[in-house]
């Protein structure tokens, strides 16, 4: 199974723009804090991949492997900002609700 790991660089599949990649800054569980190289931050919580799937353009993910935030996770469990500050709250904010769930 396949994690995000910090300080590890990703290719961001999601958008359909070659060459843009994501950089793991932080994560608490399944809350993550990853920037793009086009400097805008990305945070929200890591799913689990239910099935093998290939990707347009050949990447592949398998069943059980993390996956990142796919459009429809935005403004649902996955936000944008190019405010380190305002990624920082949001993260801290995931990582609050994260724990009351499990609580």
């Not at 590890?8 to 569980?29: A, D, M, N």
């Not at 400097?39 to 398998?62: M, S």
């Not at 305002?86 to 904010?93: K, S, V």
Request: net charge neutral.
């Amino acid at each position: 199974m396949n994690k995000f790991e910090i300080g590890q660089e990703y290719p961001v599949r999601h958008t359909g723009i070659s060459k843009l990649t994501t950089k793991l800054l932080k994560r608490e569980g399944a809350v993550c804090l990853f920037i793009r190289n086009d400097k805008y931050y990305e945070i929200g919580t890591v799913k689990h991949a239910l099935k093998d799937y290939t990707f347009p353009g050949g990447n592949r993910i398998e069943k059980g492997d993390e996956s990142y935030f796919t459009n429809e996770d935005f403004g649902q469990t996955a936000w944008t900002t190019k405010n380190f500050e305002r990624a920082n709250e949001i993260f801290t904010n995931l990582c609050k609700n994260e724990q009351q769930t499990i609580e």
